[in-house]
């Protein structure tokens, strides 16, 4: 079986519906139009590939926590602040 072969044309970003019927219906045909083949990477990202570098950066909290021997940029993680009281605060403001 043979792989099927994506062509693709990018009219652009942040156009609206109508923009981008002007400038499909500018050419009069898809024969017109710009086309390039385009493959996926091995995550099988098509348009936007990302980049496998990300992979390689520090990560900002460790596997573990207070492990001081990961590499990360904090040895530790929290929830924030939290008061556990949600349910009860949602019950007390119905009633008033």
Same mark, same amino acid.
């Given at each position: 079986m043979t792989k099927a072969k994506i062509y693709y044309h990018d009219i652009?970003?942040?156009l609206s519906r109508e923009e981008k019927f002007?400038?499909?219906t500018k050419n009069r045909s898809i024969a017109n139009m710009q086309w390039k083949t385009i493959e996926p990477n091995a995550h099988g990202d098509w348009i936007n590939q990302r980049n $496998? +570098?990300?992979a390689s950066f520090?990560?900002?909290e460790p596997e573990k926590k207070? $492990? +001081?021997k990961t590499k990360?940029?904090?040895i530790t993680f929290s929830t924030g602040v939290q008061?556990?009281?949600d349910?009860?605060?949602i019950i007390l403001q119905k009633k008033r």
């Open positions: 652009g970003d942040y002007a400038r499909i $496998d +570098t990300f520090i990560p900002i207070f $492990d +001081t990360s940029f904090f008061s556990n009281r349910a009860w605060d």
